[in-house]
């Protein structure tokens, strides 16, 4: 297809091709003469990703280029790529204190008790000693077993995201399942979480309406 | 206690403690002299109250005094006091459009059909349809059945957090509790999320050390 038809069937403007052209992002398609090239499925589902990464994940072009970059190497398995799509997902991690670095120590020690394997560096070990931290200096003195139902929650939630990826599907469609799951789902898990904090809270404490 | 006693035991300097009492976020102690004045308990209390609201729940003094507020009108309820905390840590609104309108509706029907009774004003049913809204325009069409896992799991949790809060407690702790299970959990919620992802996927698709 031209580039009209791609932009007509991705939605994304010419321009904004030609933008990620230049930038590397998407691949040149095959020249059909000096100015005309031609572009085909393959481009579709890269779009399509950049938009995902772009809008979902509000990742900027470098780290869009990072992300897709491990896609295309094919000495990276997928679990190395979701781990990397993750890692551009999460915020910087918090400044190193003595505090943290107990907490991290303790944490590492919880999830390894959950019998997760994953990757010492990811940043969502520093997220949870952080969360950890901000427990201890607001509520008190308090260990990561406070984290054990959220834990087993999280175990269900990622255990059926897993099931939804298709093994034979391209690492590519893969990362943009994973990128869509970690930020939209999150989104709809908090919200669901406040609704349900609510109903249990009228609930067990009385409904307005009902007094 | 002095004013002196009041900052070394809820480590919040005198400075601010003066600053609190002059914009009426904490009651005033009772005076013993032209200038002395003595605190109690309740003070403490609402001073931690104060430094979870705004360490943890990062909320404006506007927003702190409206939730103390409630917090102090006898005509208010846990559960109202609990949902117009809630309301104070949400984020605004996403605008009114078609799609959001319409995904607003579905998302409705969807917490009717879990049986459970939120406000109709909550904030989180627009963060619910802002997931939906978002989901549908990089996926495609979908329902909000796709969050039937996350909505059990937001079950699972709510219902242990509010085994936690004691009836017999004040609405000041009560919200304190909340506020720091809202901001705190919330991320460590996140946090696993993304450790159990990378677990089950390495689990299904191989430990890239085991290659």
Do not use: N
Not at 162 to 189: C, K, M, N, W, Y
């Amino acid at each position: 297809m031209r580039v009209s038809e791609l932009s007509s069937q991705s939605e994304v403007p010419i321009p904004t091709i030609k933008f990620y052209l230049r930038e590397g992002l998407l691949p040149a398609g095959t020249m059909t003469g000096a100015t005309q090239a031609i572009y085909d499925h393959s481009h579709l589902e890269r779009l399509r990703v950049i938009r995902v990464l772009r809008d979902v994940g509000q990742l900027s072009v470098t780290a869009i280029r990072d992300v897709l970059a491990a896609i295309d190497d094919p000495d990276l398995a997928l679990p190395e790529v979701l781990e990397l799509a993750h890692h551009a997902l999460s915020p910087p991690p918090p400044r190193a204190t003595t505090e943290h670095d107990e907490a991290r120590r303790l944490v590492e020690t919880f999830v390894a008790g959950l019998e997760w394997r994953v990757d010492p560096a990811s940043p969502a070990l520093d997220a949870l000693a952080g969360a950890l931290v901000a427990l201890q200096q607001t509520v008190g003195p308090c260990g990561p077993d406070v984290f054990t139902p959220y834990a087993q929650a999280a175990e269900q939630i990622a255990r059926f995201e897993l099931s939804t990826v298709d093994p034979r599907q391209s690492a590519e469609s893969a990362v943009a399942q994973i990128v869509v799951g970690t930020v939209i789902f999150e989104r709809a898990l908090i919200a669901l979480r406040h609704l349900g904090e609510e109903h249990f809270s009228r609930e067990r404490f009385g409904q307005p309406s009902d007094r």
